[in-house]
Nanobody
Framework: QVQLVESGGGLVQAGGSLRLSCAASGITFSINAFGWYRQAPGKQREWVATVTSGGATSYKDSTKGRFTISRDNAKNTVYLQMDNLEPEDTAVYYC?????????WGQGTQVTVSS
């Protein structure tokens, strides 16, 4: 079955960087898109970034210029490079795979940014 495993989260100071990875297994279909979402305590889950099967990327406005999403098709892995992190970026980050109309989710990885 489809399984997504995130890694790379941790504790950093404001201005620091982290690189998140999400490895997908059990994928036997063509993926429409990979995405990253995040959820802070007491907040709704929100979309962060997407990369399509064709390589097109899009970002939440507050992350533009700081975050970079990329993928390795051969490894079925998606990455999120996060630079110049801010305390407001603190959240559990979730990997998402879209094969319309089905969405798959990972278990999440914690990112904590201290000031």
């Amino acid at each position: 079955q489809v399984q997504l495993v995130e890694s790379g989260g941790g504790l950093v100071q404001a201005g620091g960087s982290l690189r998140l990875s999400c490895a997908a297994s059990g994928i036997t279909f063509s993926i429409n898109a990979f995405g990253w979402y995040r959820q802070a305590p007491g907040k709704q889950r929100e979309w962060v970034a997407t990369v399509t099967s064709g390589g097109a990327t899009s970002y939440k406005d507050s992350t533009k210029g700081r975050f970079t999403i990329s993928r390795d098709n051969a490894k079925n892995t998606v990455y999120l490079q996060m630079d110049n992190l801010e305390p407001e970026d603190t959240a559990v980050y979730y990997c998402n795979v879209i094969k319309f109309p089905v969405n798959y989710w990972g278990q999440g990885t914690q990112v904590t940014v201290s000031s």
